[in-house]
């Protein structure tokens, strides 16, 4: 089970020379999204009907047709009338799926533009490219790409049960799947194995690949993986972990709702099976 198909996006980074037809505007102050009242993405004619002026801009590309942009608001910024800056985090289930993983690109985007005005070696200025996603400074010719931070999340099987933790800035009750960086030198498997058993003391193996998903908080690409227990009981250090234990499909905790996150998919990924009788 994994995220439905959304209409083909297609990035681009140069803009149309000629602005024509639907144009939206992820705009942002710092990084809450400014959405409509009944939280739909703005187009461009909104944003200058209500005299809003950008920091910076970033063409993003298209999406069914409509050219989209990332949009960098003042850090005080208010929201015009009928219209409202919330989180993206805050969106989820209310703003247009589609539009959620785009506006997911837009943030990470806007976020690399923004902090990569000048060079991390020299401090010199830099200048963006006009054919690829990229700034290259101008004293040193450095050349700078957006940061992706990878990270793994695992559901653990034991026969029918799975593997659940509560981090202490889960929302009260709320139990979740494991999960992780990736260390520099180290493969997606590896961080696999060695996050379980730093969080829980338990032992993993046969570990498979199961989806991705990019993740804008703040630019992670989770890598989603399925284990199973090889051995270890389980133990918490209270700090990074307060609570993990083994549920049965049919007897889940109270977990985050609906199926919009890859922590979701491999939670319902494995209930389906369990009722299903498949392994």
């Known amino acids: 089970m994994s995220r439905r198909p959304f209409p083909a996006f297609q ?26 009242r009944d939280t739909r993405v703005p187009q461009v004619d909104v944003l200058d009907e209500a005299g809003l002026s950008s920091v910076r801009h970033q063409y993003l590309g298209t999406l069914e047709g409509q050219h989209c942009y990332s949009i960098e608001l003042e850090h005080n910024a208010a929201p015009p009338p009928e219209m409202q800056f919330l989180d993206l985090r805050m969106l989820f289930g209310r703003l247009e799926e589609v539009h959620h993983a785009v506006a997911g690109r837009a943030v990470q985007i806007m976020e690399w533009d923004r902090t990569h005005q000048f060079c991390g070696a020299c401090g010199g200025p830099t200048e963006r490219s006009e054919t690829e996603r990229s700034r290259t400074c101008k004293c040193c010719n450095l050349v700078q790409f957006p940061r992706l931070s990878p990270a793994m999340i695992v559901a653990v099987e034991r026969d029918d049960e799975i593997l659940l933790a509560r981090s202490p800035h889960f929302p009260p009750g709320i139990l979740s799947v494991l999960a992780g960086f990736v260390e520099p030198g180290e493969s997606a498997e590896e961080a696999v194995a060695r996050e ?12 498979r690949y199961f989806a991705s998903q990019p993740w804008p908080f703040p630019n992670s690409l989770m890598l989603g993986f399925t284990a199973r227990y090889r051995g270890g009981e389980i133990g918490v250090d209270g700090v990074e972990i307060e609570e993990a234990g083994w549920y049965r499909y049919d007897q889940m905790p109270t977990t985050f709702a609906g199926n919009i996150s890859i922590s979701q998919w491999l939670m319902n990924d494995f209930i389906e099976r369990k009722r299903g009788g498949r392994d």
């Open 11 to 36: 990035p681009a980074v140069a803009p149309p020379e000629e602005r024509g037809g639907i144009t939206l505007c992820f705009a942002f102050r710092r990084r809450e999204l400014l959405v409509t």
């Open 196 to 207: 379980v058993k730093e969080e829980t003391n338990i032992d993993v193996e046969d570990v």
